[in-house]
């Protein structure tokens, strides 16, 4: 049975908010009734052109816990996350997105796992999608691997599993979790890529142990104004050049720190630019854009020969089992 208690540290929670009014109000509520009351509530507005802001600015006026910040002109997404962490005074933060929630004992658990080991930089719970109704959409809440459940685990395993090992299963997703302010004083803050809040949890594995509780706290809201899983998103292409940049990025941190030799840093680097190409091939042909096509083929035959005429050989073999 949960109630409602105070703790000795403050922790902050960033929500950074865009045409939003038809959801921002369950997102603050959601904060505001935590068990958890030592908070603050950074809400930056990034110049919302429906009536966000006004609808923030009612809730800043009924509790002193929340800091409403407004933009003058619109940053964008990465750009407003890393301004509303300027704000952050808290030991501990957690971001929460405008259209999604969270149960009520999501920030005391996280809490109770993270103050009390220093080696764990990051506590996660378990997520299920919902619609712009507030309906759980079927089949969509994630399940912990067994090895996973209530544990805590770092993340430079996955990484020398190479392009095609280090994003299974799937791991600290939908942005659920409690985080150590001194990572992002130590380490930065969001890169300027798409998939932003991926690269920063494999960040904080390269220096600290992440701890997944096997509980639904996040209810993350998937519709066609949010920019996670839109049909623009995926019919454009965005998904596969967003994989490629995170996965890089993530390479390129752990070389640089020195977790992943050259040779390993080589192989996976190969590794992005081929499962790219790939895609990239089938974009080209279906655009009838043939030289160019060819030319990208040439590019994984140079990089994986056999891997390139296995690839092809078995597409041609499956279709013509079709």
């Not at 603050?40 to 816990?65: F, G, H």
């Not at 407003?80 to 658990?109: C, M, S, T």
């Amino acid at each position: 049975m949960y109630s409602k208690k105070y703790f000795m540290d403050l922790i902050s929670v960033i929500i950074p908010v865009y045409n939003t009014e038809k959801f921002i109000g369950k997102a603050i509520e959601s904060v505001i009734n935590q068990t958890y009351q030592n908070v603050e509530i950074i809400i930056v507005e990034d110049d919302s052109k429906d009536n966000t802001y006004n609808i923030c600015k009612s809730y800043a006026e009924k509790d002193a816990r929340i800091k409403l910040y407004k933009n003058e002109k619109n940053l964008g997404m990465m750009p407003n996350w890393n301004h509303a962490l300027e704000y952050v005074k808290g030991k501990f933060w957690a971001k929460l997105d405008a259209d999604d929630w969270w149960e009520q004992h999501f920030i005391e658990d996280c809490y109770n796992i993270i103050s009390n080991d220093e080696n764990i930089g990051m506590v996660c719970g378990r997520y299920v999608i919902v619609n712009e109704n507030d309906q759980i959409i079927p089949n969509s809440e994630y399940q912990l691997p067994e090895q996973f459940k209530n544990t805590s685990t770092d993340f430079i395993a996955r990484v020398k599993k190479g392009t095609n090992g280090m994003f299974t299963p799937a791991l600290a997703q939908q942005g659920n979790g409690l985080i150590r302010t001194e990572i992002i004083e130590r380490y930065g803050n969001y890169l300027s890529i798409q998939p932003a809040d991926t690269e920063l949890y494999y960040r904080i594995g390269a220096h600290y142990k992440i701890y997944f509780l096997d509980k639904l706290y996040h209810y993350h809201r998937v519709w066609s104004g949010n920019d996670t899983r839109s049909t623009i998103v995926n019919t454009m292409g965005k998904f596969e050049k967003n994989m490629y940049d995170v996965r890089k990025a993530i390479f390129d941190y752990y070389y640089k720190q020195n977790i992943i030799t050259q040779l390993e840093y080589d192989l996976f680097t190969k590794q992005n630019q081929f499962e790219y190409n790939k895609f990239l091939i089938a974009k080209y042909r279906k655009q009838n854009n043939i030289n160019v096509a060819l030319k990208t083929l040439g590019q994984n035959f140079r990089l994986f020969p056999i891997a390139t005429i296995n690839f092809y050989l078995s597409r041609i073999f499956n279709r013509w089992l079709k």
